[in-house]
């Protein structure tokens, strides 16, 4: 079933914590879930309409195509107008046709997708890969906490590491005590694994 949530994303309020690494993955064997990341910029004067067309002919649409997570959050302290939003990518096929809100829609995504620009400043999209063996479900978290880390040259095996061994037990203790709601580990994708031949 798709679900379609609206959380806030906040400096504060550490409910959730979320580390985006900008590193390629090293070695291999972790399980991970490969993310679309959408990161929109809505005129300030546009964002109820905006929200709308997303509740309203965007999920419906992505519900029909299959997609079984689509989470918005916007930001709380900061641009309150910048969105994020968060969806798995089951594959990179999508990519080669018209994609899943085209294919859903037929002749109709000609109408939304106008609607939607019209309604938005920027858009920028990523992929991340979350690393579900040390990111812990943050269950109906309101809010969330974002920190990137980008690893030095060649470090990004050791800051792995440091993540797996250090942070990741005391996480596992802040989520048990109540503390934190969990924690979302995710890599870029924007090169080649180290060692990886083209």
């Known amino acids: 079933m798709l679900r379609y949530k609206l959380r806030p994303r906040a400096i504060a309020a550490p ?3 979320f580390l985006a690494t900008s590193l390629a993955q090293e070695g291999g064997g972790a399980p991970t879930t490969r993310l679309l990341v959408t990161e929109v910029r809505v ?9 709308a067309l997303e509740r309203n002919e965007v999920v419906p649409a992505l519900k029909k195509a299959g997609v079984k997570r689509y989470t918005v959050f916007q930001t709380l302290i900061g641009d309150t107008n910048e969105f994020v939003i968060v969806r798995p990518l089951p594959t990179f096929g999508e990519f080669n046709g018209a994609g899943a809100l085209e294919d859903a829609l037929g002749d109709k995504a000609a109408a939304l997708i106008p609607k939607l620009r019209n309604c938005e400043e920027s858009v920028h999209r990523s992929i991340e890969n979350r690393l579900d063996d040390i990111s812990l479900d943050p269950g109906n978290a309101q809010a969330l906490f974002v920190s990137r880390y980008r690893a030095m040259p060649g470090k990004a095996g050791d800051y792995m590491a440091f993540v797996h061994t ?6 596992v203790k802040a989520k048990a005590n109540g503390t934190m709601s969990g924690m979302e580990v995710t890599t870029s994708v924007q090169a080649a694994s180290p060692g990886s031949s083209r």
Do not use: G, S
């Not at 250090?166 to 996480?171: G, L």
């Open 15 to 17: 409910l959730l914590l």
């Open 166 to 171: 250090e942070m990741y037990p005391v996480m």
């Open 43 to 51: 005129k300030p004067e546009k964002i109820a309409d905006w929200l």
